[in-house]
Every structure is written in structure tokens, then in C-alpha cells.
């Protein structure tokens, strides 16, 4: 078997995996499972994030390739598909346009709704995810730093910079966080600031539209 048909690469981020665009999916199970077994220290020091490039995916395609890497390794994966983490330097940050006809980079616009990009770790000032669905971050944005999702947006700690949901414009979508207390909200195209001179409770809350206006509730009242 064409030992390219997979190959792994280490990233800041976790593992890069590429894969053959001429194989048969059976094909590549195959290489994964082989490619896995034999290379399990390199899975060790991972940071338990996992990117699939170079071909497209279903979504049950996607889950059987996790399910090998799992099985053999015993972690706890996030998928990552099509998303992306920017770097850019301070003099080149720019706020968000809340303009849903300037469509970020990088987002499909035939692969909508149902995919999630699960980041593990904390975003700095300077850095931008973004992704063609739904964004789940376990760590804090600080300021500076950015989240840009065609979907719903969800912060496992505090969210201190600037988040976009529903990019393209759709107002159902929704922000959380453990702590919101961010520059800058954009869902759709309604945009909210938040003062940064006053206190807020620590709690659980959630941002979301509601008469074109962004309205914040808490989770558990």
C-alpha cells in the first residue's frame, strides 16, 4: 500500500493529518489504522487537537477516522475541519465589520451548519479563529484576540476579546461564555460594545438577538 496515501505532521496545534485525494476512503481506514498503530508516540505529547486536509469529508467518514485514532491511543480528540488559527501582528488588527456582505476568509459557503471546531487552549492577543460552523474554545479570548463562526460560538472560560456569530448573517445564532465580558459581540449583523470599566458578576451567560438588538441573560438563574 502507498505508504502517502496518510501522513501525519506535527503543528503548534496538535497534528495535521493528510490525506491521499485519490484514495478510496476503505484505503485510507486501512493506512490510518497501520499508520496509527506503528506511530503511537507520536500521538503522546499531542495537544489533542486533530486536523484532516486533503480531501473532503462526511461527516461519517469523519467520525470513523477519530474512532481509529481514539481506539489506538486512548485520547480525547477535538476535530478540527477547515478551520483556522491567524497570527497577525498588532499594527495589522483591524476591528470586525459587522457588514454580513464582507464574508471573512476561509469560510465555505457550501458547507454550512453542522460542523463544530473544538479548540483546546486560549486565544492571545493577536491570534483569530476562523471557521465555517460552530466554535467551541476551552480556554479564555483575551483581548485581541478574535472568533469569527458562521454558527453559534461557545467560550469555556472567559471571553475578553471579539466574537462574531452567525456571520453571514444569521441572527438565530448565539454567544456564550463562563465570563462574558468582551470588547466587541456581533451576531448577524447586530453589534454590541461592552464598557471596560465596569464590574460584572462571574457567571455563566449568554448573548443572543432579539428585536435586531443583542440581549444578555444569564445560563442559570
Same mark, same amino acid.
Request: with cysteine; hydrophobic share 35%; proline share 0%.
Given at each position: 500500500m502507498n505508504k502517502n496515501i496518510v501522513i501525519f505532521k506535527g503543528t503548534e496545534d496538535g497534528i495535521l493529518i493528510m490525506l491521499d485525494e485519490k484514495a478510496s476512503f476503505? =484505503?485510507? *481506514? &486501512?493506512? $490510518?489504522l497501520e499508520k496509527v498503530k506503528n506511530a503511537k508516540s507520536f500521538f503522546q505529547d499531542a495537544n489533542i487537537c486533530i486536523t484532516f486536509k486533503g480531501r473532503a469529508l462526511?461527516?461519517? *467518514?469523519e467520525n470513523s477516522l477519530l474512532s481509529i485514532i481514539s481506539k489506538e491511543t486512548n485520547l480525547d &480528540?477535538?476535530?478540527v475541519n477547515n478551520a483556522k488559527v491567524i497570527n497577525y501582528s498588532e499594527e495589522e488588527e483591524k476591528p470586525l465589520s459587522s457588514d454580513v456582505n464582507e464574508t471573512p476568509p476561509n469560510i465555505n459557503l457550501n458547507n454550512i451548519g453542522? #460542523?463544530?471546531y473544538f479548540h483546546k487552549g486560549s486565544l492571545r492577543? !493577536? =491570534?483569530? &479563529? *476562523?471557521?465555517n460552523g460552530s466554535v467551541v474554545l476551552t480556554g479564555d479570548v483575551n483581548p485581541g !484576540? #478574535?472568533?469569527i463562526a458562521e454558527g453559534n460560538v461557545i467560550v469555556l472560560g472567559k471571553l475578553k476579546g471579539v466574537v462574531h456569530a452567525g456571520c453571514? !448573517?444569521?441572527?438565530?445564532?448565539?454567544i456564550?461564555? $463562563?465570563y462574558m465580558m468582551p470588547s466587541q459581540l456581533i451576531i448577524g449583523d447586530c453589534l454590541a460594545y461592552f464598557p471596560n470599566d465596569i464590574k460584572r458578576d462571574i457567571v455563566p451567560e449568554y448573548a443572543y438577538v432579539k428585536d435586531n438588538q443583542i440581549f444578555v441573560e444569564q445560563l442559570v438563574k
Open positions: 476503505s =484505503q485510507i *481506514e &486501512i493506512a $490510518l462526511t461527516e461519517d *467518514e &480528540i477535538s476535530f453542522n #460542523q463544530t492577543s !493577536g =491570534q483569530k &479563529i *476562523e471557521f !484576540g #478574535q472568533i453571514l !448573517g444569521d441572527k438565530n445564532c448565539f456564550s461564555a $463562563l
